[in-house]
T-cell receptor
Framework: DAKTTQPPSMDCAEGRAANLPCNHS???????VYWYRQIHSQGPQYIIHGLKNNETNEMASLIITEDRKSSTLILPHATLRDTAVYYC????????FGKGTRLHILP | EAQVTQNPRYLITVTGKKLTVTCSQN?????MSWYRQDPGLGLRQIYY???????DKGDVPEGYKVSRKEKRNFPLILESPSPNQTSLYFCASSTAWTGYEQYFGPGTRLTVT
């Protein structure tokens, strides 16, 4: 039980913002929302995480709704190197990876 | 450079021949874990360790053993490998079990014939 729901795939034009949604309607008050990505068969790479407030780092922004039941990962200027599977994870005592969203960046 | 290393990166072996996949991290992380990844099934946790001498089962622990005698190392042991353990394995570590990002190793592709 991954506790999150993500679309299986999305397309985004190169240079545009990629907005990846995630539903986590059963999230509890002390659970963080994490985002990772996996490029081909490499080890997953941490992107960002948050609890209640929106977060931004050099890679992406994370927007969490006020009720915390959903979130959106934003890659502001997608490039071909951002082609990957993106995982939204709600963590309690261990990370559970679902099937993620396969993001295709179109040239 | 902060990193998680795994060895070997690729391994082909035969059923029943004991093997160990090593995992080492140089970040003084307390939390370490092992995952396997199979097509259509995503990443599934095998075992995790919250600190030295503290290990616990993940979602798919059958057929695997682990040990955590030192903080930096967390080997995965397959006492009697079977073909259904053919998979891509990842080791990961983090500062603690919650609130911190996990760093993943490059993966070990294991084939059991």
């Amino acid at each position: 039980d991954a506790k999150t729901t993500q679309p299986p795939s999305m397309d985004c034009a190169e240079g545009r913002a990629a907005n990846l949604p995630c539903n986590h309607s059963t999230i509890s008050g002390n659970e963080y929302v994490y985002w990772y990505r996996q490029i081909h068969s490499q080890g997953p790479q941490y992107i960002i995480h948050g609890l209640k407030n929106n977060e931004t780092n050099e890679m992406a922004s994370l927007i969490i709704t006020e009720d915390r039941k959903s979130s959106t990962l934003i890659l502001p200027h997608a490039t071909l190197r951002d082609t990957a599977v993106y995982y939204c994870i709600v963590r309690e005592d261990k990370i559970i990876f679902g099937k993620g969203t396969r993001l295709h960046i179109l040239p | 450079e902060a990193q998680v290393t795994q060895n070997p990166r690729y391994l082909i072996t035969v059923t029943g021949k004991k093997l160990t996949v090593t995992c080492s991290q140089n970040m003084n992380h307390e939390y370490m874990s092992w995952y396997r990844q199979d097509p259509g099934l995503g990443l599934r946790q095998i075992y995790y360790s919250m600190n030295v001498e503290v290990t616990d089962k993940g979602d798919v622990p059958e057929g695997y053993k682990v040990s955590r005698k030192e903080k930096r190392n967390f080997p995965l042991i397959l006492e009697s490998p079977s073909p259904n353990q053919t998979s891509l394995y990842f080791c990961a570590s983090s500062t603690a079990w919650t609130g911190y990002e996990q760093y993943f190793g490059p993966g070990t592709r294991l084939t059991v014939t």
